[in-house]
């Protein structure tokens, strides 16, 4: 293999966007690298300090000096960092690391915060901040130096979620040190402090005590008017004000001309006024001390550039000034708690109350969807329409309703993702107690450019979309039916304790359609024991069939639908039943609903689920058993619902690491060729990552002439393969450029020859490599997708991988969990088995190729794409036959703005 002498890496840019992050009393500021015109402020905020603060604060530093002080105005980066900070021009804190020099991996750490701030979790979320900004650089362990007294700055080391170490030293000083590292301790610490801090934003949306709904009028149609009027129709608990200057009441409420103008404090502000004033109610509202702003209007980021330009405006405002904004351009919200009763909506009338959470990101689609679950008997405990998420979005409303105690099930409709990688984390901590239901827009070419049009979303790509919501347990369907097929069975029924089904059926045909429905599914019509079936055989008409499906006939009693419910139910290798009926001879729909319910209620574990084939529709008296129009709906929403089941029940993923995985040597290799404006790596940076990450590769020395390459392959020893290499040259096969079993010099010196005839300047040298052993050929890669960041990829390999289109993706990190099901989700992976003679390919090794690409990818933030294929995979370990390896500067634009 070939090697390449390490180097200090160079320093990749300086990261100078900014974070807006949540503080654990809902509030919001705005964490940013700090420049030179911050200079006074620090002053300011130093000034400020009490003397204990200003005491701590210098003994925090070197033992006495106030060195890291001094350093957090140096701009010295990457052997410095200072972060900020702000909210509406106020400096509340600073953080800084400082290290010896470029290369140290751990660096001291020093926090500032203003004395009205502590307490609201702020130098945590600094300290999380300053962690994820220093691990690309290699900084793998901070170190701090407190007082034995400072116990505020000690918690916020020691919750913090990651490992340390405590040294006591002299004068009452104690030296800490935090290893940096993510952990899945510190994630799940992270994970309670976002939804804590998520919760806490959200609530005076769901639980205010004033509102101001500003564009309020007496003109019924309007929006501002029906916003109003529903809000009192709705039976809203607090008090709403209704703020419009040309008016001095609306439906007999006196009205005020601006916010500001309202006694109370306003917690909810629903602004429903033509575009071009919004900025200014904006402003009114930050002055009032209002804490979330609901903006209804439309004209903004969907309508074009200067829309874009004015809802960036409105948030650059709500952001400074530490509050949240749902929309613009949405239908609002609906709290259905009846200690609230807020319809905030210009949706006609409330929704029953229930247990289903949605968010919809269409505002007119939404109103349909509430008429839909009415009809449906599915009841709203919280309804929110986003509109273009310039604020509060899907990733907020998780987290709150996760600790929601009213909220069971959530259910999305997404037309876009703004942070793909943050909603997949999120979405995995809530499916483990609550299912989350998706659907997602923009699937074909055609629905993507329409929900481009239609919201100013970006379409992705949906195979992408498949295996985000895999990895997080997101139960995705592909129609708004479907959602709500499932939303009807989670809302009423347990989860099933596997696959196993019993169809219970008065006529043959729906019990034929729903077992094929169930096995296409995924589920197993299960064979019944000799017990069930003995017992059924006698409680049932003798001419009926007691093999699954369990057919009654046509003459079947509500009483027999009774006595084989109940023995189903109580066959332990039934984990769930769908009972169909049809009035074949008689209409006893109504005797045979009640019937089910009665023995459901005896068996509160086992899901059940029923379609009454019948023209009048479902009896009222099923209530909360869900029912189905056709069998085959019901069917294929057991199945997701089954498999979302199963996800719940696996073993939660670990990160693995390794110990030969150099994540500096390969940060140096990438960086190297970023600074020299390289694209793609050469073979010899290739092999010498590969050497790096720990992923074997076969043999190879490059060579650039006839003689070159019968040297090398003397050298390597007989037989080689020659494989071309050129920046021209993308698919080696495509243009005849793989040579293989070349037994001798003459065959070597021929193939060469034949290369540079056919690929003329193309041709810049090639590989020469030992011809590897027998084994199953596998496609391992990895792509920095626009949207969603780093994938990575299993697949059938070789040169038909693009043909058979038999791959798997998982957002990176990935857990050996993740790396698993890749491996056993491929239509190939039964050849891993071992087929016809052949012996068992080494999957674990498989499963760690994806693990260190997945490492080798998080380290290494230039690499755009990897491409292993083939990896061919051994009895006994794995072996990289190709490789090629894409990269680019990642330089981040100065004026990107994240939420963290």
Same mark, same amino acid.
């Given at each position: 293999?070939?090697?390449?002498?390490?180097?200090?890496?160079?320093?990749?840019?300086?990261?100078?966007?900014?974070?807006?992050?949540?503080?654990?009393?809902?509030?919001?500021?705005?964490?940013?690298?700090?420049?030179?015109?911050?200079?006074?402020?620090?002053?300011?905020?130093?000034?400020?300090?009490?003397?204990?603060?200003?005491?701590?604060?210098?003994?925090?530093?070197?033992?006495?000096?106030?060195?890291?002080?001094?350093?957090?105005l140096v701009s010295d980066y990457p052997r410095t960092l200072s972060l900020v900070a702000e909210r509406g021009g106020e400096v509340l804190g600073v953080a800084t690391w400082v290290r010896s020099d470029d290369s140290a991996q751990q660096a001291e750490v020093g926090f500032i915060v203003a004395e009205d701030f502590h307490g609201h979790g702020l130098g945590t979320r600094m300290l999380e901040r300053l962690a994820e900004l220093a691990r690309p650089l290699g900084i793998a362990?901070?170190?701090?130096?407190?007082?034995?007294?400072?116990?505020?700055?000690?918690?916020?080391?020691?919750?913090?979620?990651?490992?340390?170490?405590?040294?006591?030293?002299?004068?009452?000083?104690?030296?800490?040190?935090?290893?940096?590292?993510?952990?899945?301790?510190?994630?799940?610490?992270?994970?309670?402090?976002?939804?804590?801090?998520?919760?806490?934003?959200?609530?005076?949306?769901?639980?205010?005590?004033?509102?101001?709904?500003?564009?309020?009028?007496?003109?019924?149609?309007?929006?501002?008017?029906?916003?109003?009027?529903?809000?009192?129709?709705?039976?809203?608990?607090?008090?709403?004000?209704?703020?419009?200057?040309?008016?001095?009441?609306?439906?007999?409420?006196?009205?005020?001309?601006?916010?500001?103008?309202?006694?109370?404090?306003?917690?909810?502000?629903?602004?429903?006024?033509?575009?071009?004033?919004?900025?200014?109610?904006?402003?009114?509202?930050?002055?009032?001390?209002?804490?979330?702003?609901?903006?209804?209007?439309?004209?903004?980021?969907?309508?074009?550039?200067?829309?874009?330009?004015?809802?960036?405006?409105?948030?650059?405002?709500?952001?400074?000034?530490?509050?949240?904004?749902?929309?613009?351009?949405?239908?609002?919200?609906?709290?259905?708690?009846?200690?609230?009763?807020?319809?905030?909506?210009?949706?006609?009338?409330?929704?029953?109350?229930?247990?289903?959470?949605?968010?919809?990101?269409?505002?007119?689609?939404?109103?349909?969807?509430?008429?839909?679950?009415?009809?449906?008997?599915?009841?709203?405990?919280?309804?929110?329409?986003?509109?273009?998420?310039?604020?509060?979005?899907?990733?907020?409303?998780?987290?709150?309703?996760?600790?929601?105690?009213?909220?069971s099930v959530v259910l999305l409709y997404l037309e876009s993702f703004g942070n793909p990688r943050k909603f997949s984390r999120i979405a995995q901590r809530v499916a483990q107690r609550k299912p989350v239901v998706a659907v997602k827009a923009g699937r074909s070419g055609a629905g993507a450019r329409a929900?481009?049009?239609?919201?100013?979303?970006?379409?992705?790509?949906?195979?992408?979309?498949?295996?985000?919501?895999?990895?997080?347990?997101?139960?995705?369907?592909?129609?708004?039916?479907?959602?709500?097929?499932?939303?009807?069975?989670?809302?009423?029924?347990?989860?099933?304790?596997?696959?196993?089904?019993?169809?219970?059926?008065?006529?043959?045909?729906?019990?034929?359609?729903?077992?094929?429905?169930?096995?296409?599914?995924?589920?197993?019509?299960?064979?019944?024991?000799?017990?069930?079936?003995?017992?059924?055989?006698?409680?049932?008409?003798?001419?009926?069939?007691?093999?699954?499906?369990?057919?009654?006939?046509?003459?079947?009693?509500?009483?027999?639908?009774?006595?084989?419910?109940?023995?189903?139910?109580?066959?332990?290798?039934?984990?769930?039943?769908?009972?169909?009926?049809?009035?074949?001879?008689?209409?006893?729909?109504?005797?045979?609903?009640?019937?089910?319910?009665?023995?459901?209620?005896?068996?509160?574990?086992?899901?059940?689920?029923?379609?009454?084939?019948?023209?009048?529709?479902?009896?009222?008296?099923?209530?909360?058993?869900?029912?189905?129009?056709?069998?085959?709906?019901?069917?294929?929403?057991?199945?997701?619902?089954?498999?979302?089941?199963?996800?719940?029940?696996?073993?939660?993923?670990?990160?693995?690491?390794?110990?030969?995985?150099?994540?500096?040597?390969?940060?140096?290799?990438?960086?190297?060729?970023?600074?020299?404006?390289?694209?793609?790596?050469?073979?010899?940076?290739?092999?010498?990552?590969?050497?790096?990450?720990?992923?074997?590769?076969?043999?190879?020395?490059?060579?650039?002439?006839?003689?070159?390459?019968?040297?090398?392959?003397?050298?390597?020893?007989?037989?080689?393969?020659?494989?071309?290499?050129?920046?021209?040259?993308?698919?080696?096969?495509?243009?005849?450029?793989?040579?293989?079993?070349?037994?001798?010099?003459?065959?070597?010196?021929?193939?060469? !020859?034949? $290369?540079? &005839?056919?690929?003329?300047?193309?041709?810049?040298? +090639?590989? #020469? @490599?030992?011809? /590897? =052993?027998?084994?199953?050929?596998?496609?391992?890669?990895?792509?920095?997708?626009?949207?969603?960041?780093?994938?990575?990829?299993?697949?059938?390999?070789?040169?038909?991988?693009?043909?058979?289109?038999?791959?798997?993706?998982?957002?990176?990190?990935?857990?050996?969990?993740?790396?698993?099901?890749?491996?056993?989700?491929?239509?190939?992976?039964?050849?891993?088995?071992?087929?016809?003679?052949?012996?068992?390919?080494?999957?674990?090794?498989?499963?760690?190729?994806?693990?260190?690409?997945?490492?080798?990818?998080?380290?290494?933030?230039?690499?755009?794409?990897?491409?292993?294929?083939?990896? !061919?995979? $051994?009895? &006994?370990?794995?072996?990289?036959?190709?490789?090629? +390896?894409? #990269? @680019?500067?990642? /330089? =981040?634009?100065?004026?990107?703005?994240?939420?963290?």
């Open positions: 293999m070939t090697e390449t002498v390490a180097t200090t890496p160079a320093a990749p840019p300086p990261p100078d966007w900014a974070a807006d992050v949540v503080l654990r009393d809902g509030s919001t500021v705005c964490l940013r690298r700090l420049c030179d015109a911050d200079r006074h402020a620090i002053e300011t905020l130093v000034a400020g300090l009490s003397d204990q603060s200003r005491y701590f604060r210098l003994l925090q530093c070197t033992k006495g000096s106030d060195r890291m002080l001094d350093q957090c362990r901070f170190e701090a130096w407190v007082h034995a007294a400072n116990h505020e700055m000690l918690a916020v080391f020691q919750n913090s979620g990651f490992r340390f170490a405590l040294f006591d030293m002299d004068a009452g000083v104690s030296r800490l040190v935090l290893d940096i590292n993510e952990t899945g301790a510190f994630a799940d610490c992270a994970a309670v402090r976002a939804g804590a801090a998520a919760t806490a934003s959200l609530r005076p949306f769901f639980h205010p005590r004033v509102i101001a709904v500003v564009g309020a009028s007496r003109t019924r149609g309007k929006i501002g008017a029906e916003v109003f009027h529903s809000i009192r129709a709705g039976g809203f608990t607090g008090r709403v004000v209704p703020v419009n200057p040309a008016t001095d009441r609306v439906d007999g409420v006196a009205t005020v001309a601006r916010v500001t103008d309202v006694t109370d404090d306003v917690d909810l502000a629903v602004v429903a006024v033509p575009a071009g004033q919004v900025e200014a109610v904006v402003e009114d509202c930050i002055a009032k001390g209002v804490r979330a702003i609901v903006v209804v209007s439309a004209g903004f980021g969907e309508s074009g550039a200067e829309g874009q330009a004015r809802e960036a405006r409105i948030v650059e405002k709500v952001r400074a000034a530490g509050i949240r904004m749902i929309g613009p351009n949405c239908m609002g919200l609906i709290e259905t708690d009846p200690a609230v009763s807020l319809n905030a909506s210009f949706a006609p009338s409330m929704p029953q109350a229930g247990n289903v959470a949605f968010l919809s990101q269409s505002g007119a689609l939404g109103l349909a969807i509430l008429e839909y679950a009415r009809r449906l008997d599915i009841g709203i405990s919280t309804f929110v329409s986003v509109g273009n998420k310039a604020d509060v979005s899907g990733n907020d409303l998780l987290q709150y309703w996760a600790d929601d105690p009213r909220t929900a481009s049009s239609h919201t100013g979303a970006m379409a992705t790509d949906d195979r992408v979309v498949d295996a985000l919501f895999e990895q997080a347990g997101v139960i995705r369907t592909s129609t708004l039916e479907e959602l709500f097929d499932v939303a009807s069975l989670l809302a009423h029924q347990p989860l099933p304790r596997g696959h196993r089904v019993a169809i219970l059926t008065n006529a043959g045909g729906p019990g034929i359609l729903a077992a094929d429905a169930c096995e296409a599914g995924g589920l197993e019509v299960v064979r019944l024991g000799n017990a069930s079936a003995t017992a059924l055989a006698a409680a049932v008409p003798g001419a009926a069939s007691v093999a699954n499906p369990v057919d009654l006939l046509a003459s079947a009693s509500p009483e027999d639908y009774r006595r084989a419910l109940s023995l189903l139910l109580a066959d332990p290798t039934v984990d769930a039943v769908i009972a169909l009926y049809v009035p074949v001879l008689s209409d006893r729909g109504p005797e045979v609903a009640s019937a089910l319910m009665d023995t459901a209620r005896q068996a509160p574990g086992t899901p059940i689920l029923a379609t009454f084939l019948d023209a009048r529709g479902t009896p009222a008296s099923l209530k909360g058993i869900p029912s189905f129009a056709f069998p085959e709906a019901g069917a294929r929403a057991l199945a997701r619902v089954a498999r979302y089941a199963a996800w719940r029940r696996r073993a939660p993923g670990t990160h693995v690491g390794f110990n030969d995985f150099d994540a500096r040597k390969a940060r140096g290799i990438v960086e190297r060729a970023v600074t020299a404006g390289r694209t793609w790596l050469q073979p010899e940076e290739v092999s010498a990552l590969l050497l790096a990450s720990g992923l074997p590769e076969v043999p190879a020395r490059t060579a650039r002439s006839e003689a070159e390459a019968c040297d090398a392959a003397r050298r390597l020893g007989f037989p080689v393969a020659l494989k071309a290499m050129g920046p021209a040259i993308v698919h080696k096969t495509e243009v005849g450029g793989v040579m293989l079993g070349l037994d001798d010099e003459l065959m070597v010196a021929e193939a060469w !020859r034949d $290369l540079v &005839r056919r690929l003329g300047l193309r041709l810049e040298g +090639v590989v #020469v @490599q030992a011809m /590897a =052993p027998d084994g199953i050929d596998m496609l391992v890669g990895a792509v920095h997708h626009p949207i969603f960041g780093p994938l990575v990829a299993c697949g059938a390999g070789g040169t038909f991988a693009e043909i058979l289109q038999d791959t798997a993706y998982r957002l990176t990190p990935l857990t050996d969990v993740d790396a698993t099901e890749m491996m056993r989700s491929l239509k190939s992976a039964p050849l891993l088995e071992g087929y016809r003679g052949r012996p068992p390919a080494d999957q674990r090794a498989l499963g760690d190729a994806l693990l260190r690409l997945s490492l080798l990818v998080e380290a290494c933030p230039a690499i755009q794409e990897v491409d292993l294929n083939p990896v !061919r995979v $051994l009895p &006994r370990g794995v072996v990289v036959l190709d490789a090629r +390896v894409r #990269v @680019q500067d990642t /330089a =981040p634009a100065r004026s990107r703005r994240i939420w963290y």
